[in-house]
Each structure stands twice: as structure tokens, then as C-alpha cells.
């Protein structure tokens, strides 16, 4: 299944931000400006205010939304993730990382994001690593 550029947005706000200080931000937003036209900066300027409120700061604590939602946003084309593990003599994982390229159409950059990576060991059991952030130059 794909999703469009905007499902893609709002899935990352989630990582990014999490549960409580998007409905936090969400709940700030649609208060102050009740009723009123707004621009994406005003949206964006509510969601910067929790994310400097958060406790968890998963993008770092110099992190810029409007920086981020430009890439997002102002972007075209798809980013390509792909796993890449050195093993070693017993062939267990020694390192991963998630490399990140993009096709060459479109208007197309790297991206920060955040996304969970799952393994699965010989018996088919499953091991998840949550939020792990992805920097635009990976």
C-alpha cells in the first residue's frame, strides 16, 4: 500500500513527536485559532511548541519543524531504506544501519525521519527497535 505525500507528513509528525505532544499540539492549534484562516507556518509554529515542550526530543534538541515539514512537503519523488548488517563468525548481527538513498525524479532530497526496524531470529520470532531516527545525510 502507498501512501500520498500528506499521509506520509502526518504518519512522520506521529513518530516524530509522539502520541501525547501531537494531541497536545493539535489541541493548542485548533483553541488559538478557532474559526480563523491560518497558513501551514501557523500549524507548523503549534507543532514546534511541542516538540520543544516534549520531554522526548527524538530529532534532537535543535531541531527546526519547519525546516523539516519543507522536505516533506515542498519535496517530490520517495526515499529508499535499506538494511544493511555486517555479521560476524557466528553470523549474528554485529552492527546495522539503515541506508538511505531517493530515486532521481522529481524535486527529490533526503529526509529526516523516524521509523521502527523489526528483525526476525531463526524461529521466526520478532524484535522490534522503536523510533529510530534516520538524519538526511544517512
Not at 505532544?21 to 507556518?41: G, H, I, M, P, V
Not at 519547519?66 to 554485529?94: C, H, P, Q, R
Not at 531517493?102 to 529526509?111: E, W
Amino acid at each position: 500500500m502507498t501512501y500520498g505525500k500528506g499521509a506520509s507528513f502526518l504518519k512522520q509528525l506521529h513518530f516524530v513527536l509522539g502520541h501525547d505532544a501531537l494531541k497536545s499540539a493539535l489541541r493548542s492549534y485548533f483553541d488559538k485559532y478557532a474559526w480563523q484562516n491560518t497558513e501551514l507556518k501557523d500549524f507548523v509554529g503549534m507543532l514546534q511548541i511541542a516538540y520543544d515542550k516534549s520531554p522526548q526530543k527524538k530529532m534532537g534538541p535543535n531541531f527546526k519543524l519547519a525546516d523539516w515539514s519543507d522536505t516533506w512537503l515542498k519535496t517530490s519523488g520517495v526515499n529508499l531504506l535499506e538494511g544493511v548488517a555486517t555479521y560476524d563468525k557466528d553470523s549474528k548481527i554485529e552492527s546495522f544501519a539503515v541506508k538511505q538513498t531517493f530515486d532521481s525524479t522529481g524535486k527529490n532530497q533526503l529526509r529526516q525521519q523516524v521509523l521502527n526496524v523489526a528483525f526476525y531470529d531463526q524461529d521466526f520470532n520478532e524484535h522490534v527497535i522503536e523510533n529510530v531516527a534516520i538524519q538526511a545525510d544517512a
